[in-house]
């Protein structure tokens, strides 16, 4: 007889894995190199060093080693909120009247709120190996930031944000948890660097843009005389590879009760979690060992994956980090007004978007009203208030619960949950006093955007 | 040998506690009863049900029933976000490099932040059992509001909140996770109520208060003709029962380890956590199977147990509610403005007001200031953002820890992290800018107030 399935399925900390995997290693066709726009040739870990840290470096560039170990001191920390819970979520399943069986992996239970920190303490971890004094990061909605300004304090590590001047004045709150964290927060543009200051003249009203405050915290990192280095929360190979933690835990509990999954979900910004989520399962697809549909839920109003071009493009809008080739939107790309900031960034990944490009995986967007109304369907019934970001996987979760309610089929669906939506209440109160619009652009605004290409390696 | 200890003692679902722990049972010397003012006789059952469900009436009164089922349908839910974990503190106590060994239980894994879900839920089920539209309620801080807007939803159960008026206008965030759980919020004193529009009249500019926000929603219940009844989050003999599965928690898995507590330590306002968390434990010390030292921590600013009387008092400052023997500083009291919200009662649990007379348990208080010194510590070093009122609690282990450093004993030490500060930013805020004070209130001050105590029946 099957083992009776719990509300929440909890590994031991003793199953905490103690290797990362690198999805990398088992594709056939590799996504394409990272190219330094100065050479405009692959980039070298020397180049790569001088931006991160250099154990970093070496893994942003590893396409060939499948696991790597995760370093000891690391564990111990993520046994602070790891592992993370998987939940089935009956409540939900019996609300929908669905023969589907839905399942989540629930990364909102640490103080960061997000699945960010899994990334943010490995980061910090090897710059600390390294000597640095501190670390630069950019942040937006914040939760990045928040993350990473834990991690830093836990290894007392200096940590220097440069946050979205939007997001500094209209989040506060977020500011003040990375400051009770002692982070240093400075909201972007700001005076202290070159770049900030050149943008600050030629818009001199401008409340900032992830893209100028990521410029601003490369040049900071920079100009440290090689004491601090820069750090970012997704997109990179890196980030993905320590987001696997998620996926490894997943499938492990999966595996413990014997559930094999139909359909796996994830939200997809930069791609952190999807990827981290999805490696393991991929895993197995690019060995031949099994099949899974699997899904990325991106915003109808920043559809990289969905109505981009893949392409090699910048990966900042100052234009000088190296070039990536993924399906972008161009890096000029202002997304319109949307209030889930995780997901607003003009490209994705180069491992999702190679993945996507040999047909592994789905994509689809949905448009934030429809986005908000699951994310209240989910809080009432499965009692967590979801991230905005979180609650793109919760839509499409539902979307296919609901076919399955047609045709009667029980398939069982894995979702990520990334986050909790506690720092994103202006959003929830726009939605429920029927504010909330959608903004989807136009094609006429895209080929706008894709004129901004560089020219290609 | 001893089992190694992880950083997180999670339970299985199927030990969540079956029953709650009526420690009223194994006291020789009961709670003085509750006083009707219109009889100065104790209450009865009937007059009990008229303002509350009369399952929590009967709970109420009932001070000889040991052990009271948990009804299944509570089960489910508390499967959702329980069995919460007790977390041993290892990092903390490497920072404090102290040989005692600490734990705690954190009751904020859930979307209401705090331990107050676990009565909402509870209340809320009988309150459907008995056929009743909805419930009304006050809430200051807003974790009350929101556990009980949750457990509404769940069950479809209207829930009409009044909330402070100075709360509503500046936690607009709480207030919004209270609407996205489909919550009915009324800033108080509002022009719904005789009694608000009384307050109103003689008040125009009032920002109102707890006390007039209860006699609000008591007299909401009252006007609805039956269909609501009016439910309340701590103090009441009912919800320390229910909170008991705090401490069963507590107990089983310190047990499933052979861990015997020395010291148990909570942040005491109205006494809910408190209260739920020693009970079974007080139970054993009533009961002369162990010994245990319990410890109450109070705001300076509010402080029932360490410079209040123990005398019949009002409940509420309207003066509407039963008449209680507790602890109190008198009904009139006001607190000088503190960010504890959860900790600004006038008064104490009957309960625990007599087993600290009887010389069962400590008090202690301490000054804001000191308390938001060790919330940082402990986010910084432990992970967790806490709320100001469950940081008390972290103050007075960190000072018991500290004194096993100078003593060299190797004390075990719990205490209950009741919630997280996700919105006690603007309070975190002040502290990191350094323009936190701290409000002791003089002799002077505490002896106008007692000048308000009714007269004794």
């Not at 894995?17 to 590799?30: E, G, I, L």
């Not at 050479?39 to 070298?44: A, E, G």
């Not at 889930?340 to 960034?345: A, D, Q």
């Amino acid at each position: 007889m099957a083992k009776e399935i719990p509300y929440k399925i909890y590994l031991s900390e003793n199953e905490i894995p103690r290797q990362w995997y690198n999805v990398r290693a088992d594709m056939k066709k590799k996504p394409a190199p990272l190219i330094d726009p100065r050479t405009m040739k692959p980039i070298t870990l020397e180049a790569m060093s001088e931006v991160f840290c250099e154990e970093l470096a070496r893994q942003e560039l590893d396409d060939t080693t499948p696991y790597i170990d995760i370093p000891e001191p690391l564990i111990d920390f993520y046994k602070m909120y790891r592992p993370a819970p998987l939940v089935r979520a009956y409540c939900l399943e019996k609300q929908l009247d669905t023969p589907a069986h839905i399942y989540y992996k629930f990364e909102g239970n640490n103080t960061s709120g997000s699945h960010k920190l899994n990334s943010a303490i490995a980061q910090a971890y090897y710059a600390k190996q390294q000597g640095l004094a501190g670390v630069t990061t950019e942040t937006g909605a914040g939760q990045w930031g928040t993350a990473l300004s834990m991690a830093c304090s836990y290894f007392g590590l200096d940590c220097k944000v440069f946050m979205v001047k939007v997001s500094y004045e209209q989040k506060p709150f977020r500011r003040e948890v990375m400051r009770t964290y002692g982070a240093n927060v400075t909201p972007s543009p700001s005076t202290t660097t070159a770049v900030g200051r050149k943008i600050l003249e030629e818009h001199p009203g401008t409340t900032g843009s992830l893209g100028c405050a990521i410029s601003e915290a490369v040049e900071a990192a920079g100009a440290s005389g090689g004491s601090y280095r820069y750090v970012l929360g997704s997109v990179l190979n890196q980030v993905l590879l320590h987001q696997t933690i998620i996926g490894i835990e997943t499938k492990t509990a999966l595996d413990k009760y014997g559930i094999k999954p139909d359909i796996i979900i994830g939200c997809a910004g930069g791609g952190s979690n999807l990827g981290g989520l999805i490696s393991p399962f991929m895993g197995e697809k690019l060995r031949g060992e099994a099949d899974y549909r699997i899904i990325a839920v991106e915003p109808a109003s920043c559809p990289s994956l969905t109505r981009g071009r893949y392409i090699y493009d910048y990966c900042d809008t100052g234009r000088i980090c190296p070039m990536a080739k993924m399906y972008t939107l161009g890096s000029g790309f202002i997304p319109s007004s949307s209030h889930s900031g995780g997901l607003r960034y003009h490209g994705m990944s180069t491992v999702l978007s190679e993945l996507y490009d040999q047909g592994l995986m789905e994509a689809r967007s949905v448009e934030q009203t429809a986005v908000f109304a699951a994310a209240q369907q989910f809080a009432r019934i499965e009692g967590i208030l979801p991230a905005p970001e979180s609650a793109h996987a919760i839509k499409a979760a539902i979307d296919e619960a609901m076919i399955c309610k047609q045709t009667g089929e029980q398939k069982t669906i894995v979702f990520g949950l990334t986050g909790t939506g506690y720092f994103d209440m202006v959003a929830y109160q726009k939605f429920n006093d029927g504010l909330m619009g959608d903004y989807i652009p136009t094609d006429a605004e895209l080929d706008a955007a894709f004129t901004n290409f560089p020219p290609q390696p």
